[in-house]
């Protein structure tokens, strides 16, 4: 699988983005997806991972009830909605992919596919 991240941009504080990872390959719902984000000089950390099916759904707790992960499998892409956004949410995004359980997708170690990352920039 390899990963497509794109949707990053410049929005004021309360407003809203989506970004879109699309994966090729044959295998995208055989795994599950997350996204994760790294502001500057912090370590990257984790935002939120769909299960293969995408019945399953979990979030860090600085996220819940403002974003969104779904996913389409005919499409081969993810996504995370992202409303109410503040500075703090100020990073670069990057879409993964592991054959892990969303428990264990949840640890940034682990992973060994990647999206090249897309810029969120939230102005206050």
């Known amino acids: 699988v390899q990963l497509q991240a794109s949707g990053g941009g410049l929005v004021q504080a309360g407003g809203s983005l989506r970004l879109s990872c699309a994966a090729s390959?044959?295998?995208?719902?055989?795994?599950?997806m997350s996204w994760f984000r790294q502001a500057p000089g912090k370590e990257r950390e984790f935002v939120a991972t769909?299960?293969?099916?995408?019945?399953?759904?979990r979030y860090a707790d600085s996220v819940k009830g403002r974003f969104t992960i779904f996913r389409d499998n005919a499409k081969n892409t993810v996504y995370l909605q992202m409303n109410s956004l503040n500075p703090e949410d100020t990073a670069v995004y990057y879409c993964?992919?592991?054959?892990?359980?969303?428990?264990?997708?949840?640890?940034?170690?682990?992973?060994?596919?990647w999206g090249q990352g897309t810029l969120v920039t939230v102005s206050s």
């Open positions: 993964a992919a592991t054959p892990r359980t969303t428990v264990q997708a949840m640890s940034v170690i682990g992973y060994d596919i």
């Open positions: 390959g044959r295998t995208f719902s055989s795994v599950t």
């Open positions: 769909i299960s293969r099916g995408g019945v399953t759904t």
